[in-house]
């Protein structure tokens, strides 16, 4: 039976970019953390296409059981929701598309990015698209009609169920990370304390927007270092966190070479930290370094939105030149620093005015910061957070 009933959504920016995967490839994968809008974005973008969850367990059985048989009652075009739960169905796909070669005639969604990844690099490379779906963009948010303070932005974070309404932000991520905890860790890693595993969550949290040193961690959570190294694997493997590597190319100076931690949800991170109101963010030791990790993924988001590589990098040297956020593009490096701050100055763009005379290859240096925007060609402009989306979509 073919669903024809479509959900409502906001409107996602990468769906451009998915309807064009789909035209390109016989097989669309879209990726992402769970709850990010993944099952709501492909049935709105593929209304005519059948649609199976493979989380339901009666589903999933039926497709181990006779993975044959279920495609053919499942013919294409389909929506395969979770694919990751019947790994064996690709290379049915795969002999299917094979012998069809058409355009757009599955698409595939799942939440768990290293068994996803193993399974279509063994069955479906060269026969797949694949889009990565991040929580909404404030730039999203914003073409909804729904805008929010700075402080509100970081504690709510931008899960697309808090836009429905009827639901608190704290209840929201406090069943979250008991569900990733109890179920995805589980799936992901032989995860035998529980209790370890979440206090080094809570630490990463306290850690966003600096530089990671896991052996630090090690003696605070009680655990080897390497144990960190694969439960960290697993936080990035499952969209809880990412890491932004450090740019060093070119650069003669010692550099740091090792990434800053973000968490994917930065409502997620305030909340791991204890925060419940706004006006407890903005009082809060790490208002800058939450800030921070918001910008950082609305740059990302909108990467990923527009079928670019992310190309996203942070500067670092041994004589304390930073610079909060990079964008390589070809040669270009464009420099942002990130403040939270809603008054511009010249103390905030020292990092980004020393890395453009440090090298040749910076490109209109900014700051993203709360103030309004102030574009300037004499000295690094002040961007407004909520409008970085627009600005980084501007560079290729």
């Given at each position: 039976?073919?669903s024809?009933?479509?959900?409502?959504?906001i409107?996602?920016?990468?769906?451009?970019?998915?309807?064009?995967?789909?035209?390109?490839?016989?097989?669309?994968?879209v990726?992402?953390?769970?709850?990010?809008?993944?099952?709501?974005?492909v049935?709105?973008?593929?209304?005519a296409?059948?649609?199976?969850?493979?989380e339901?367990?009666d589903?999933?059985?039926e497709?181990?059981?006779?993975?044959?048989?279920?495609?053919?009652?499942?013919?294409?075009?389909?929506?395969?929701?979770?694919?990751?739960?019947?790994?064996?169905?690709?290379?049915?796909?795969?002999?299917?598309?094979?012998?069809?070669?058409r355009?757009?005639?599955?698409?595939?969604?799942?939440s768990?990015?290293?068994?996803?990844?193993?399974?279509?690099?063994?069955?479906?490379?060269?026969?797949?698209?694949?889009?990565?779906?991040l929580?909404?963009?404030?730039?999203?948010?914003?073409?909804?009609?729904?805008?929010?303070?700075?402080?509100?932005?970081?504690?709510?974070?931008?899960m697309?169920?808090?836009?429905?309404?009827?639901?608190?932000?704290?209840q929201l991520?406090?069943?979250?990370?008991?569900?990733?905890v109890?179920?995805?860790?589980?799936?992901l890693?032989n995860?035998?304390?529980?209790?370890?595993?979440?206090?080094?969550?809570?630490l990463?949290?306290?850690?966003?927007?600096?530089?990671?040193?896991l052996?630090?961690?090690?003696?605070?959570?009680?655990?080897?270092?390497?144990?960190?190294?694969?439960w960290?694997?697993?936080?990035?493997?499952s969209?809880?966190?990412?890491?932004?590597k450090?740019?060093?190319?070119?650069?003669?100076?010692?550099?740091?070479?090792?990434?800053?931690?973000?968490?994917i949800?930065?409502?997620?991170?305030?909340?791991?930290?204890?925060?419940?109101?706004?006006?407890?963010?903005?009082?809060d030791?790490?208002?800058?370094?939450?800030?921070?990790?918001?910008?950082?993924?609305?740059?990302?988001?909108?990467?990923?939105n527009?079928?670019k590589?992310?190309?996203?990098?942070?500067?670092?040297d041994?004589?304390?030149?930073?610079?909060?956020?990079?964008?390589?593009?070809?040669?270009?490096l464009?420099?942002?620093?990130?403040?939270?701050?809603?008054?511009?100055?010249?103390?905030?763009?020292?990092?980004?005015?020393?890395?453009?005379?440090?090298?040749?290859?910076?490109?209109?240096?900014?700051?993203?910061?709360?103030?309004?925007?102030?574009?300037?060609?004499?000295?690094?402009?002040?961007?407004?957070?909520?409008?970085?989306?627009?600005?980084?979509?501007?560079?290729?």
């Amino acid at each position: 039976m073919r669903s024809t009933k479509k959900p409502k959504m906001i409107r996602r920016d990468i769906g451009r970019h998915v309807l064009a995967l789909a035209k390109g490839y016989p097989v669309v994968t879209v990726t992402g953390p769970r709850q990010s809008g993944k099952t709501t974005l492909v049935r709105m973008l593929f209304p005519a296409f059948d649609y199976v969850n493979l989380e339901i367990p009666d589903v999933r059985a039926e497709a181990l059981r006779d993975p044959r048989g279920f495609l053919l009652r499942h013919a294409a075009p389909v929506i395969l929701d979770e694919i990751q739960h019947a790994p064996m169905l690709l290379s049915y796909i795969q002999a299917d598309v094979d012998e069809a070669q058409r355009k757009g005639m599955y698409v595939l969604t799942g939440s768990h990015q290293p068994e996803l990844q193993a399974a279509i690099t063994q069955s479906l490379a060269g026969r797949t698209g694949l889009a990565e779906l991040l929580p909404l963009s404030i730039a999203e948010w914003k073409s909804a009609g729904m805008s929010k303070p700075r402080d509100q932005w970081i504690l709510e974070g931008f899960m697309p169920r808090l836009a429905e309404g009827g639901i608190e932000a704290t209840q929201l991520y406090r069943d979250y990370f008991r569900t990733y905890v109890e179920r995805d860790a589980r799936q992901l890693i032989n995860l035998r304390d529980l209790h370890a595993f979440e206090t080094f969550v809570r630490l990463l949290a306290g850690r966003v927007g600096q530089v990671l040193n896991l052996s630090a961690l090690a003696g605070d959570v009680g655990v080897s270092s390497v144990t960190l190294r694969q439960w960290l694997t697993a936080l990035e493997a499952s969209y809880v966190v990412t890491l932004l590597k450090p740019y060093y190319r070119n650069f003669g100076k010692r550099l740091v070479k090792s990434p800053k931690v973000y968490f994917i949800e930065t409502g997620l991170a305030a909340y791991l930290l204890g925060l419940r109101t706004v006006e407890q963010v903005g009082r809060d030791p790490l208002l800058g370094n939450l800030f921070e990790n918001m910008v950082v993924m609305e740059a990302l988001k909108t990467r990923l939105n527009a079928g670019k590589d992310p190309d996203l990098h942070f500067f670092r040297d041994s004589q304390g030149l930073e610079v909060d956020l990079l964008l390589a593009s070809g040669r270009d490096l464009f420099p942002f620093e990130i403040k939270a701050a809603f008054t511009p100055g010249d103390n905030l763009f020292r990092g980004v005015r020393r890395f453009a005379e440090l090298s040749k290859e910076a490109k209109r240096p900014a700051v993203i910061y709360a103030g309004r925007t102030i574009l300037s060609e004499t000295v690094p402009s002040f961007i407004n957070f909520e409008t970085v989306g627009k600005r980084l979509a501007e560079i290729e």
